[in-house]
């Protein structure tokens, strides 16, 4: 039995590749038919110093190749914007409506939003900052991991976990220490709706 | 040209504010009058251990702002409190905690970095929500009629001012006697915590933070 290890390792090892393989190509194939997501979500934010989490609720809007708008609506409205290559934030004030972010905490966030216009067009290998592993499921889940230690201090661990037919992201989990993690689920989706531009522009 | 007009107008407001002196106390005679007063006062800070979530606009000093969700987890008995700050979108900018005076910082993002930082920032969660230690020194009325409880310190005074229509106002002068602290606390209530507060921080590189309250629970 000991003398057929290394088969039997090699013949999962196969197995395990070519079902990955397969797998990529399945989510290749199923975000290709996705040209535009508009979605509802509700991310449950898990703190350590809190037994409850804090639910925020908001809107997240993609439109193919790199064009999104990440929304939050509760508890503190915020929007995210990456349109043409450039991301901006706007936080909003009772004074003055939406106002564009002074924090520098915003850096964090680019990488993020830079990153998630990537993942949504399924361009999750060749990335400089993240290495992409997956897991067969179901659901089949993308497990991207910082290949930077300066963002693996912000964020331990992705991971995407796919509709059955690999053409949506329905759950994001986000690891970012054992102190600190959020889930974030899409309800409500609509795929390939016409989006006009307005939504991923700057605000005046 | 209009942001540095409003940056002249709001600096000039807080040094003003902030060069108003120490108010005077005019001490209140009956016993009963002053311990009613005194338990009034320290009625504003929230006993047993409690946990509470703002939402917190804040404005930096050149009049810039920002949005930060807050959580805190407190210690009534021994000040003992730890905090996470969030951005709108959930990411952790900040996590520490203050026990016996000693800070433990577990996460701290730029440009929140600075030990100074925690510092601060902790000192502006005791001045809201702690009680100062000891029992307050004065009890009486302001010159406008408003009641105040004092509290002398080393590092300066603190007074819990009560407002017409249930809020209050904690003011923190440095031993200098200048005004550096404000929290004005503003009814409604839940389970003792302001649905709204707002801390101003006087001074070169003053700030403004108003807390929504989104959560708490308190009394455990």
Redesign the interface.
């Known amino acids: 039995m000991c003398n057929h290890g290394p088969c039997v390792l090699a013949f999962f090892c196969c197995i395990a590749f070519s079902v990955s393989a397969d797998e990529w190509e399945r989510i290749r194939h199923g975000i290709r038919t996705v040209k535009t997501i508009d979605a509802r979500f509700r991310q449950e934010k898990n703190l350590k110093i809190l037994k409850k989490p804090l639910v925020s609720t908001g809107r997240f809007v993609y439109r193919s190749p790199n064009s999104v708008r990440w929304e939050y609506i509760e508890p503190i409205r915020s929007v995210s914007l990456v349109h043409k290559g450039i991301a901006q934030r706007y936080v909003w004030s009772r004074e003055e409506g939406f106002i564009q972010d002074a924090s520098s905490n915003i850096e964090a966030m680019q990488i993020v939003m830079g990153k998630l216009s990537d993942w949504m067009s399924g361009r999750f290998t060749r990335d400089e900052t993240f290495s992409a592993t997956l897991k067969p499921g179901p659901p089949v889940t993308v497990v991207l991991t910082p290949r930077d230690d300066a963002i693996a201090d912000f964020i331990q661990r992705v991971e995407l976990a796919f509709s059955a037919d690999c053409r949506v992201v329905e759950e994001v989990r986000i690891t970012e220490s054992e102190r600190a993690s959020t889930v974030i689920r899409f309800e409500e989706v609509k795929l390939n709706t016409q989006l006009p531009d307005n939504l991923f522009e700057a605000f005046d | 040209m209009k942001t540095g007009v409003h940056f002249l107008v709001l600096l000039a407001g807080l040094l003003w504010m902030a060069c108003g002196g120490i108010p005077v106390i005019h001490p209140i005679a009956n016993l009963n009058l002053r311990a009613d007063l005194k338990s009034d006062c320290e009625s504003v800070f929230p006993r047993g251990k409690w ?1 509470v ?1 703002h ?1 917190m ?2 404005t ?1 000093p050149m009049g ?6 807050g ?3 407190g210690v009534a008995a021994t000040g003992a409190v ?3 700050l ?8 900040f ?1 520490a905690a203050i026990e016996n005076d000693e800070i433990r910082t ?2 701290a ?3 929140l970095e600075d030990p100074e930082f925690a510092t601060r920032m902790f000192a502006d969660i005791h001045l809201m929500f702690f009680q100062p230690p000891g029992n307050a020194t004065e009890v009486g009325r302001m010159g406008d009629g408003r009641l105040v409880c004092r509290w002398r310190q080393k590092s300066g005074i603190v007074d819990v001012v009560m407002e017409a229509g249930g809020g209050w106002r904690i003011q923190k002068y440095n031993s200098g006697g200048l005004l550096s602290r404000e929290a004005v606390a503003r009814p409604p209530f839940s389970k003792g915590f302001a649905r709204e507060m707002i801390l101003t921080a006087f001074g070169l590189g003053g700030y403004k933070m ?1 807390f929504g309250l ?2 708490v ?1 308190a009394g455990s």
Request: glycine share 2%; proline share 8%; no cysteine.
């Open positions: 946990n979530v939402a606009e804040v930096l810039k702002k920002t949005s930060l969700m959580a805190s987890v730890k905090s996470v969030l951005s709108p979108e959930g990411i952790v900018l996590d577990h996460r993002l730029p440009p108003r989104l959560r629970e």
